[in-house]
């Protein structure tokens, strides 16, 4: 999300289109990111909600007190941030939707990559009257909510789905529609007499800790660590759902800028190489050396990565031995050794 798209969320107050919330009201921030102020004169208490750790923390750090999931109601309005995915920006829209009175300002921004164009289409179409204006690259959309908003929160509310016939997701988290390719290449090498601790780095909803379990049986324990939130509170139920006598942890944390405190025997791993629309490589380099730091003298890491991406080299950096143990025409699986 650009810093351009935080400042078309706040631009209609700014410029007098619409009325600037007053002292004493509460409005809902979705999405909520760290890094431009309010406008002089908006008045309202702000209550930002961010399930990503990274975006939580500069919330946090700048004295916002966000919170990972929504919560109440009766809010005197909402703003909402979009992101990059269609479902999970439908679904802050809904929340906005249930939360705020009948009357209140719902204000959304977006830019071109994050869909605002047809977001703005699929809004009229569900019968709510949308004004927007463009500015800093971004488009900013509002509507009051109608006091019968039944229709429109069922049409946008984002539905759990089931993959594989036996895993829970929602939209918005990374693969929520199927099993990612990668992690089921990696999935099909994971050991299967393993009875150490093991560390699942970047778990997302939780598939690389159940194959864990399920092929390595006496695995003493397996602690996930995952950014999103909401992705964790879906591997928490995946695995009690699939593997309910495995002792299992759950870390909502930033690799990248949190340090793991315990040490493990294997660190399994499909490391996320993307923040936001852009590729960014270095989020994979952080969490290798995260694994290396986390591993014990000897254990062993296991990770998958599309082919082109350049880990060998950090792999030999943080570890004594490393290699590939197979490819397929889109992914590898690497090992390294501590």
Known sequence: M?????????HPFASDV?????????????????????PNGFGATL???????????QLEAAGAAPRPLPEGGGYDGALVLCGKHRGENENRIAEALKRTKTGGLIVVAGGKEDGIQPLRKRLDGLGLVVDHMPKYHGVALWFEVPEDRSAAVGALEAAQVTVDGRFQTVAGMFSHDRIDAGSELLAGRLPENFDGNAADLGAGWGYLSVMLAERSPQVNRIDLFEADYQALECAKANMAANCPDVSARFFWQDLAREPIREKYDLVIMNPPFHEGHAAEPSLGKALITAASQALRGGGMLMLVANRGLPYEATLGENFREHGETCRNARYKVLWAKK
């Open 18 to 38: 619409l009325p600037m919330p007053q002292a004493g009201e509460r409005f809902l921030f979705l999405g909520a990111e760290a890094g431009v102020a309010t």
């Open 47 to 57: 209550a930002a909600v961010q399930g990503l750790r990274p975006a939580f923390l």
């Open 2 to 10: 650009s810093r351009d798209t935080l400042k078309t969320l706040f």
